[in-house]
């Protein structure tokens, strides 16, 4: 009985199909993947632009599949990024209508048995279980906030369960973010998820520059942070976050600069730093908690998530934060008076998780 069950599971495929905003969506997806693996699932990944290259990256043996691109740009001014999401909706919402049509062709392509979905809306199908990731049930936008959180509950009812990666208790990372009015649908928090463990070693720099996230706010950030480090006597690490290798150099013999890490690279340089600087995007958080952190976080600009979490952990006394124009080195020094992140362990997901697709 048993035997028939593993071989039944192994013939299994799982389509993930992460959101390609920045690399936060991809990377949180990375250990959902190497679970679904060691559970003798086929985990298929399914994405556009540098979300997808960043899966590829990361699992080279990997089917792939590319999805249709919501087009998502930052503004320079970040006040104006609301309404510009606003102006686009009729284009994202066009491209989520083809993802869910290009969905199921793919299921009967690849004979699924699920769908795991890091907040793409369309990425769900009435007769196959489909699961929809996010951390946020709510989604700040101001004055907006109940119009933008209404919208979001609509598609997230459409899926067959909302995975939430926090702790649903008082230390949670997300604070009111995954709290408020429940979906319809049943919602199941996995915990802390990371692809990194935490290890000891020697620190190598003082200061960890980690950039991510759309253009053109990456490049403005980029360029005040190498402003800003252009006489800092310690030494620092600058990871840009580019999949695509562009010339920049510096004038700092302290400062290296590296395009991208990955894996085990990157998981050895922040354990072997000091303090990182770098946005508060939730799924950078989740890996700072898990590798035991300090840190200071400088939000997108517009984008209010980023702007509600720094100020929250802030109130945690965990990390100091400041508006992206207002950035100095010296503000690290304030770092020492917070607590960093402690106490978190990365989450292995449950079986129990995963009987969603044991229909």
Not at 7 to 35: E, Y
Not at 234 to 246: A, D, N, Q, S, Y
Not at 315 to 324: D, G, L, T, V
């Amino acid at each position: 009985m048993s035997t028939k069950k593993a071989t039944s599971k192994q013939t299994k495929k799982i389509l993930i199909a992460p959101l390609n905003w920045g690399l936060g969506h991809a990377a949180r997806c990375v250990p959902i993947i190497h679970f679904i693996q060691a559970n003798g699932y086929e985990p298929i990944i399914a994405s556009d632009g540098v979300a997808l290259e960043f899966l590829k990256q990361e699992f080279p043996s990997l089917l792939a599949e590319s999805l249709p691109s919501y087009h998502i740009k930052y503004t320079k001014k970040g006040s104006w990024l609301k309404w510009k999401l606003l102006l686009d909706m009729f284009s994202i919402l066009k491209a989520v209508r083809n993802e869910h049509k290009l969905l199921k062709t793919l299921a009967e392509k690849y004979q699924l048995s699920g769908v795991i979905s890091d907040n793409r809306f369309g990425m769900y199908h009435k007769d196959i279980p489909s699961v929809y990731i996010t951390h946020q049930l709510q989604v700040f936008s101001g004055i907006t906030t109940f119009i933008t959180t209404y919208i979001h509950a609509k598609f997230i009812n459409k899926y067959s369960e909302c995975w939430v990666p926090d702790i649903a208790l008082l230390n949670s990372l997300s604070g009111r973010l995954a709290e408020g009015k429940q979906p319809k649908i049943p919602v199941k928090y996995l915990g802390v998820l990371s692809r990194f463990k935490k290890a000891k070693k020697s620190m190598v720099n003082t200061v960890l520059i980690l950039l991510s996230g759309p253009e053109p706010q990456r490049t403005i950030f980029e360029q005040r942070l190498l402003t800003e480090f252009e006489n800092y006597s310690e030494k620092v690490l600058f990871i840009r976050g580019m999949l695509r290798p562009t010339a920049i150099h510096t004038n700092n013999p302290n400062i290296q600069l590296v395009n991208f890490l990955s894996g085990k690279a990157l998981q050895d340089a922040i354990n072997s730093s000091e303090k990182v600087v770098c946005r508060s995007g939730y799924s950078t958080i989740m890996d700072l908690a898990v590798l035991g952190k300090k840190c200071f976080f400088v939000p997108t600009p517009g984008q209010g998530e980023q702007e509600y979490l720094a100020k929250y952990l802030q109130k945690q006394h965990i990390a100091p934060y400041c508006k992206q124009t207002d950035f100095k080195t010296s503000h690290l020094d304030a770092v020492d008076a917070y607590k960093g992140f402690g106490a978190y362990a990365s989450t292995k997901i449950d079986s129990e998780r995963m009987q969603v697709f044991d229909v």
